[in-house]
């Protein structure tokens, strides 16, 4: 039973750069939530997606976008980078209640 | 959300039981108690939860105070693979959706 995978795991990008990153559920989940860690601190709530819409969102900018899939998968979108968006990006999924299963996570680099 | 406090880092003995205290003296009524770890450079992983009761896995164990400002999981024997920084987390009930408030956690270090 394959967990939640995420993609790709490491990555650079520049200033004012745009970023994809992807994320398959654990089999059965049908919600996703992404997360941003910074170095040393605790991971931080981006936003949740269920039945392919945007159902929470913490105190993140329009510069973070979502989408979630008919299978369940997600991507999180990130425009305009800052120097201040390197992270390492978790997704975690669930069903709509219960435990979250995470991810490795992206690590995002941005120069 | 109730917050959480937790001391930034503990010891262990290897074989020995770990016991990590966590604070939630806000908590209300329908927020449960949640802990996670995370093992360097791994995304978080679920360890127990409870609501009043004291609750028990193959992970490990979670005593819940009286008053349930206060809690402490406790891992019975601890090994080296338990080195990770462990996170108590105060969560409304299981229809609130999925938005987990991590602080800072325990730095748990197992020393042989």
């Known amino acids: 039973d394959a967990g939640v995978t995420q993609s790709p795991t490491h990555l650079i990008k520049t200033r004012g750069q745009q970023v994809t990153l992807r994320c398959s559920p654990k089999s059965g989940h049908d919600t996703v939530s992404w997360y941003q860690q910074a170095l040393g601190q605790g991971p931080q709530f981006i936003f949740q997606?269920?039945?392919?819409?945007?159902?929470q969102r913490g105190n993140f900018p329009d510069r973070f976008s979502g989408h979630q899939f008919p299978n369940y998968s997600s991507e999180l979108n990130v425009n305009a980078l800052l120097l201040g968006d390197s992270a390492l990006y978790l997704c975690?999924?669930?069903?709509?209640?219960?435990?979250?299963?995470f991810g490795e996570g992206s690590r995002l680099t941005v120069l | 959300d109730a917050k959480t406090t937790q001391p930034t880092s503990m010891d262990c003995a290897e074989g020995r039981a770990a016991n990590l205290p966590c604070n939630h003296s806000?908590?209300?009524?329908?927020?449960?108690v949640y802990w996670y770890r995370q093992i360097h450079s791994q995304g978080p992983q679920y360890i127990i939860h409870g609501l009043k009761n004291n609750e028990t896995n193959e992970m490990a164990s979670l005593i819940i105070t009286e008053d349930r400002k206060s809690s402490t999981l406790i891992l019975p024997h601890a090994t080296l693979r338990d080195t990770a920084v462990y996170y108590c987390i105060v969560r409304p009930s299981h229809n609130a959706g999925n938005m987990l408030t991590f602080g800072g956690g325990t730095r748990l270090m197992v020393k042989p």
């Open positions: 806000t908590i209300s009524g329908n927020e449960y």
């Open positions: 997606y269920y039945e392919e819409e945007e159902r």
């Open positions: 975690a999924s669930s069903f709509i209640t219960g435990e979250l299963f």
